[in-house]
Every structure is written in C-alpha cells, then in structure tokens.
Nanobody, 122 residues
Framework: VQLQASGGGLVQAGDSLRLSCAAS????????MGWFRQAPGKEREFLSA????????DYADSVKGRFTISRDNTRNTLFLQMSSLKPEDTAVYYC????????????????WGQGTQVTVSS
C-alpha cells in the first residue's frame, strides 16, 4: 500500500487542523493505521492508531482529548483531526500502516507516507 499525507500548514496556537492520508494499492481496509510525528532533533513519536475496522483507537497521552483519529475505508483515507494546537505540536506528521493488531512502535509499521509539515505559532 502507498500512503500520501496532506493537510499540514502554518496555524496559530489554539487553532484546529485536519490531516488526511490517502492510500493507494491493495489492502488499506485490512491494516491498522497510525499517525506519528517527528520534530527536529527528536525521535519519531507515536500519536494515535486505529484498528482496521475503525472500532478501536489508541492515543498518546500528549494528544489525548485534542486529536481524533478516524478512517474511511470506502475512500481508502485516514484522518487526524487536531484541535487546541500548541507550538510544541510543531513537527512533520506521518501516516503509517501496520499488519499488526495494534502498534505504538514505528518499527511495527511496514508502510509510511512522506510526511506533512505542521507548524504552530505562538
């Protein structure tokens, strides 16, 4: 499966933003999907994951209550709705696909999108 993330941009603190991840190829609906981010000089950080059918989700404490993950298997698309954005949310955001049941570690994801930059100004 090939993944393409989009929707990043420059926003102000407190704003909202929705990221999308379009999948092409076969099998999107069978993968656990996840969102990660990476800020300069930092390791890639898990944000959220969603099961193949969308019924189960997982969030990092840093984004719980502010970010919402969802998917539309009919459109082969993954979403991340981000609200109450903070300057520390500034990073490149990546979507990824995993054949594991649920996964927080980047090494557990087999396919990655190219990343989309999110910059939050104070």
């Amino acid at each position: 499966v090939q993944l393409q993330a989009s929707g990043g941009g420059l926003v102000q603190a407190g704003d909202s933003l929705r990221l999308s991840c379009a999948a092409s190829g076969r099998g999107f609906s069978s993968y656990t999907m996840g969102w990660f981010r990476q800020a300069p000089g930092k390791e890639r950080e898990f944000l959220s994951a969603i099961s193949w059918y969308g019924g189960s989700t997982d969030y990092a404490d840093s984004v719980k209550g502010r970010f919402t993950i969802s998917r539309d298997n009919t459109r082969n698309t993954l979403f991340l709705q981000m609200s109450s954005l903070k300057p520390e949310d500034t990073a490149v955001y990546y979507c990824a696909a995993s054949s594991n049941v649920f996964e927080r570690f980047p090494t557990g994801y087999q396919y990655w999108g190219q990343g989309t930059q999110v910059t939050v100004s104070s």
